[in-house]
């Protein structure tokens, strides 16, 4: 599906550009892009999936297992804006590079050095490659983008990303079967460190629908004074929410599964990276979405059903009913995404949106510090199933706050 998907994408591509030479590099570069979003995410999810498996290993307390996973936060956190500035300032293709071999150099140190501090290390430099690859990847692919192909343009790219997504976990669940769980790692180094040598080689910087670089001549805060206006900083406190509800799940969906539902480690770690996997069609889906029917239709009807599945997700008696509604809920979370990083190119100057796409992603890693810290707080108190009404609660006011934005 994803080979017809692609081929209509490079025919949509072929007729906007006007043919040429235009149409073979709109190809090789969409390619590229997709495949380096890929295997830049295989370790995205690995924190979260490994939490039960670590707490069990290392005698770890909920909370301080919940601090682990924020601290590689904190490092996205501190380097967003600058990543985005020097995304706009130096170009794309030196940046997505470098994010793609520091991945290989934090997959080296947790095979050599499997200790508690070397596993956050290894953690924050992983998060810090992602928080330096998103600016100026998602800026290559919507600036290659025809306008009329920009929802799904960045559909193809965030597909790859969650086909990345969903590979860590499962890849660690038939690991655990045979080997110890540093060796999901070892895995992913050789592809990697292959794409971050093409990076090398693969010139995404300049657009292929005209124009010319608008980097030239431009300081450093020129990208700052584009993205501050109220429209966009409205968008940012939608992100906030957003990324507080989904965090508040995913951070914890496999401690869920082990805890509350009796699951082994491997099998909650499969079905952790299954709603990835199926979001590699939702993700397409949710570009025609925003294409066709406008952004705030398609995210009202989007959120409404990720709520009322999370909500049958809380109130499930049996294990296999919680994880149908959650494959439900994740399907449609994810249909979200090339309609949120849309939204910034639609907004924002071409020649800031790398600036814009850091700015994004900093709500993501606000959350990602406080958050886990707060839910292991209140999950020590109560019982781990007061995650669902707080994600519930966060949803709610992320539909409320859409239908304020007024985003054409």
């Known amino acids: 599906m994803l080979k017809i998907l692609y081929r209509e994408a490079y025919q949509t591509s072929y007729r906007a550009l006007g043919g040429s030479m235009v149409k073979g590099d709109f190809q090789l ?44 936060r904190a490092f996205s956190l501190v380097f967003s804006v600058p990543s985005g500035l020097l995304a706009d300032r130096l170009g794309h293709t030196k940046l997505i590079s470098f994010s793609l071999f520091l991945e290989v150099f934090a997959a080296s140190l947790i095979l050599l050095f499997p200790s508690v501090e ?36 960045l559909g193809f790219h965030g597909a790859s990303g969650t086909f990345g997504i969903s590979l860590g976990p499962i890849t660690l669940g038939l690991v655990l079967n045979w080997l110890e769980w540093r060796y999901v790692y ?5 592809p990697i460190f292959v794409v971050a040598v093409t990076a090398l080689f693969v010139n995404v910087d300049e657009p292929l629908h005209g124009g010319h670089d608008e980097r030239k001549g431009k300081s450093l805060t020129t990208p700052l004074k584009d993205v501050l206006s109220v429209t966009f900083l409205s968008f940012i406190l939608l992100m906030l929410f957003r990324s507080a509800a989904g965090g508040t799940i995913s951070t914890y969906l496999t401690t869920f599964l082990t805890e509350s539902k009796g699951l082994d480690a ?91 796409y850091s700015l994004q992603f900093i709500p993501m ?17 109560l019982e781990i199933w007061i995650i669902f009404p707080i994600a519930i609660t966060f949803y709610i006011i992320v539909l409320a706050i859409s239908q304020i934005l007024k985003m054409q």
């Open 29 to 72: 570069r969409l390619l590229f892009l997709c495949a380096s979003h890929t295997l830049l995410h295989v370790y995205t999810n690995l924190p979260l999936a490994l939490l039960p498996i670590l707490i069990n290993e290392y005698d770890l307390s909920i909370l301080i297992a919940s601090i682990i996973v924020s601290i590689p």
């Open 118 to 153: 070397t596993i956050v290390l290894c953690f924050s430099l992983t998060a810090l490659a992602s928080t330096f690859y998103h600016p100026p990847a998602l800026s290559a692919t919507s600036n290659i983008s025809p306008s009329d192909f920009l929802s799904r343009g």
């Open 186 to 190: 070892l895995i992913w180094i050789a």
């Open 266 to 356: 491997s099998l909650a770690s499969i079905i952790f990276g299954l709603s990835p996997l199926i979001g590699l069609t939702s993700v397409i889906v949710g570009g025609y979405a925003g294409d066709k029917l406008g952004w705030k239709r398609s995210f009202t009807l989007i959120i409404s059903t990720v709520t009322i599945a999370l909500f049958c997700m809380f109130v499930s008696t049996s294990t296999i009913q919680t994880v149908l509604f959650y494959l439900v809920y994740g399907f449609f979370n994810i249909m979200t995404m090339p309609i949120t990083t849309s939204l910034v190119a639609k907004i924002i100057p071409q020649k800031s949106r790398g600036t814009a």
């Open 365 to 381: 890693s606000i959350v990602g510090i406080v958050m886990p810290i707060i839910l292991g707080i209140l999950i020590n108190l």
